[in-house]
């Protein structure tokens, strides 16, 4: 018990549910970033504006009165244009009345699945490094979480080893394409593998995919949604904040088969229940026009480029980046500080904040390798890339 020094009141003691979180990587590198007027380019978030044609369907739709609760499962719109965007980009259809629900973000919707299948003691294998999220949501739904790692240099994925994590105990995989931190992205060959994997099993999937529309090179996303095996058993998350720089409105989807999404409901009703009702009115509008999604590879990939060229005369040795946001890079030929100790000195006194990976791993695995997010304006990167010269 803690006694207040004011009034003398005393505190009842708190069993902490989460005793080994603290505060994120990511709300300590931006308070050290503004500590020292660092360039951000740790924190996953563009700081640049949205387009203003959505802003104005937020307005419109606010000044038609659609400003009350949205029906739970999310405005009928919404789910109808989603229904046909997800058939025409990789040929499977959800119904839009009972397998699509509108969540208050892509980590509320982690969560709520994991609420939903998981009983005491049940696990689920999630794929080091994996965003930080992932383990703590499943803790709290009274699950284990079973590490196993990607594959350290190339970060594919290992199937022996999931292989081998699979026991009787196991309800749920978690995966994540394009991948946060390490931005690979899964093939068609890899979810074939996952397919056939899982076939035997009576494991659900938990499909990440918020930066779906991020993938670069001519390559494909690959959906779980493609695999008629798969989806059967996935719960698909997708983010509107990630796809159209909107990440401060936290509104998400979740595509799954229609006795998957009924239970996915029981919960969201009771921990969300509905989501932002003006800006759904919104972006059902927005999305009759696909060219905004549909261009967004060559957006980023355009942003990518420009950092990638702009590192290549440091002495920071880039990782491939297939997709997402990110990118990564080796320290080893500039620091012999370990990953965390780099982003702050970093910080400090180059003036650009990164993320180390170890961050992203249970056991803190330190391989000399830190993350940029590039999803910045141009001015931003030139501005970052500047002080990076001086490495």
């Known amino acids: 018990m803690t006694t207040n020094s004011e009034s003398g009141a005393v505190t009842p003691a708190l069993q902490s549910r989460l005793p080994q979180v603290g505060t994120t990587i990511f709300s300590v590198m931006s308070a050290l970033a503004a500590q020292h007027q660092a360039v951000n380019l740790g924190q996953g978030f563009p700081d640049f504006h949205c387009d203003p044609a959505l802003l104005a369907q937020v307005q419109q739709a606010m000044a038609q009165g659609h400003n009350q609760y949205a029906p739970m499962p999310g405005i009928a719109p919404l789910r109808l244009a989603l229904s046909r965007k997800i058939e025409q980009l990789h040929q499977h259809a959800y119904h839009a009345d009972t397998e699509l629900t509108i969540t208050a973000g892509a980590t509320q919707a ?165 989501v932002n009702t003006p800006m759904q009115y919104a972006l059902a509008h927005y999305l009759a026009d696909p060219a905004p999604y549909l261009q967004l590879p060559a957006f980023y990939q355009r942003k990518r480029d420009l950092f990638r060229a702009g590192l290549q005369g440091s002495r920071l040795r880039l990782l491939p980046s297939e997709g997402s946001y990110f990118q990564c890079v080796d320290i080893s030929a500039v620091s012999d500080l370990g990953e965390n100790d780099f982003c702050q000195w970093l910080t400090r006194e180059i003036g650009v904040a990164a993320i180390p990976l170890s961050a992203f791993y249970g056991d803190g695995f330190d391989q000399r390798v830190v993350r940029f997010c590039f999803a910045k304006q141009d001015a931003t990167l030139h501005n970052a890339l500047e002080r990076l010269k001086k490495l």
Not at 206 to 230: C, K, N, T, W
Request: proline letters at 7%.
């Open 110 to 274: 982690i969560f709520t699945a994991l609420l939903a299948l998981l009983h005491p003691g049940d696990e689920v294998i999630v794929l080091d490094p994996c965003y930080d999220s992932y383990v703590p949501n499943i803790e709290l739904a009274g699950g284990i979480a079973v590490r196993v790692p990607l594959r350290a240099g190339t970060f594919r994925p290992d199937f022996a080893r999931i292989a081998a994590a699979l026991t009787p105990r196991t309800r749920a995989l978690i995966i994540n394409s394009p991948h946060n931190p390490s931005a690979t992205v899964w093939t068609r060959e890899d979810m074939l593998t996952l397919q056939e994997l899982l076939a035997p099993t009576e494991v659900l999937l938990i499909s990440d995919e918020v930066y779906e529309h991020m993938v670069f090179d001519q390559a494909e996303h690959h959906s779980a949604a493609r695999f008629p095996g798969l989806a059967a058993r996935a719960f698909i998350v997708t983010s509107f904040g990630k796809t159209f720089h909107v990440t401060g409105w936290k509104i998400g989807c979740v595509a799954a088969p229609a006795a998957l999404s009924a239970e996915f409901r029981k919960v969201h009703q009771f921990n969300v229940f509905s």
